[in-house]
């Protein structure tokens, strides 16, 4: 990643309508939110036939198998789920660790699916049932092998030795569209490294609507063990900001992230043209806590100047920040955008 790896992310996912990467807990209670956000990233727009139905079942397939068979023998070992919808291409994305014992089946049930057309897989699957075939973590690669005939593309894998030296093992299953995703395979390792080491819980990229915001938000609420509702909190001032701000939604970039030492949110996004809230984003970079706690009291209660679209937004997160909150304006292949950086 480049010095500002944020920056970096919101220019390789500016063809993307919405991309959604989750590092956190992953607690069961995700299953049924990241099926509302599949469905709601397709919003009302006519979709390929049984696209949404097809990618319902992938996200919460891809999602329970890192569930079910993440490893327990490495303590805080960190998967990461990724979303990517575009005009063109729908694909979901799972990274996590894999113990040394369970890796000989797993790699026999991938070889069992590759190169099969629907049919095969189909009758694979059920041959599978017929024989209750299992493993000691459940299953007999029954779900592969249904993500691979319900996507209508199979699947892609990649194996790789993470920082820990545990082996790290990528699923792709691209659910629609022609063209193949835009994340290389170089690109995908980089961005897992990025997201364990930089604890990124939460990150969205793209336009999203109002009940995607909404879900976003619940899923970090329920982040308890990441203080998940400080998190929460900061992400209603900021995603109040970005509604104020840009109205017509454009492309933004919001992230939250949770690490032994502390709790961040980041933002970026197209620089305001409005003059005050750039006269405010200077102040704040200055201003004392109490000065920021007294300015967003009087704001509330029209008491000063400070009013307009994105005023309390950014002002709301000023206060909730332990140290002066940064904002950058920076200059990005012929685009202006501002970088905000909250400390939690």
């Known amino acids: 990643m480049e010095s500002h790896p944020l920056i970096t992310l919101f220019d390789a996912f500016a063809e993307e309508q919405l991309v959604i990467i989750y590092g956190g807990s992953f607690p069961d209670d995700h299953t049924a939110r990241l099926i509302g956000l599949g469905d709601d990233a397709m919003g009302d727009k006519p979709v390929e036939k049984g696209l949404r139905t ?43 660790a894999v113990d040394a014992d369970d890796l000989p089946a797993l790699r026999t049930a991938l070889d069992r699916i590759q190169g099969r057309s629907p049919d095969e897989l189909k009758a694979l699957f059920l041959s599978s049932l017929q024989r209750n075939e299992q493993t000691k973590r459940g299953g007999a690669g029954l779900g592969l092998i249904e993500m691979a005939r319900r996507s209508g593309h199979g699947v892609r894998h990649r ?71 400080l998190l929460e909190r900061a992400g209603m001032a900021a995603m109040e900001l970005i509604s104020a701000l840009h109205p017509l939604r454009e492309h933004v970039l919001l992230a939250w992230h949770s690490t032994p030492e502390t709790r961040s949110l980041h933002l970026v996004l197209p620089t305001p043209e409005d003059p005050s809230i750039l006269k405010l984003a200077s102040e704040l970079s200055k201003a004392t806590a109490g000065e920021v706690n007294r300015r967003y009291r009087d704001a509330l209660l029209g ?5 307009g679209p994105g005023i309390i937004g950014l002002l709301d997160l000023a206060r909730r920040s332990i140290e002066p909150i940064r904002i950058e304006m920076l200059s990005h292949k012929g685009r202006s955008l501002m970088q905000v950086r909250v400390r939690l």
């Open 303 to 307: 008491r000063t100047p400070d009013h």
């Open 54 to 96: 097809r990618t319902a079942f992938v996200l919460v397939e891809a999602y329970q198998n890192v569930v079910r068979h993440r490893p327990t023998s490495v303590k805080d070992e960190r998967s990461t789920f990724i979303f990517l919808h575009a005009t063109d291409s729908t694909e979901v994305i799972t990274v996590n």
């Open 159 to 229: 194996f790789w030795t993470g920082t820990d030296g545990t082996a790290r093992f990528a699923l792709r299953v691209r659910t629609g569209g022609v063209a193949e995703g835009r994340l290389g395979d170089t690109e995908l390792h980089n961005l897992d490294q990025w997201v364990g080491q930089s604890g990124c819980v939460l990150l969205c990229c793209g336009s999203p609507s109002r009940s995607i915001q909404e879900t976003l938000l619940r899923m970090l609420g329920a982040e308890r063990a990441l203080d998940g509702e």
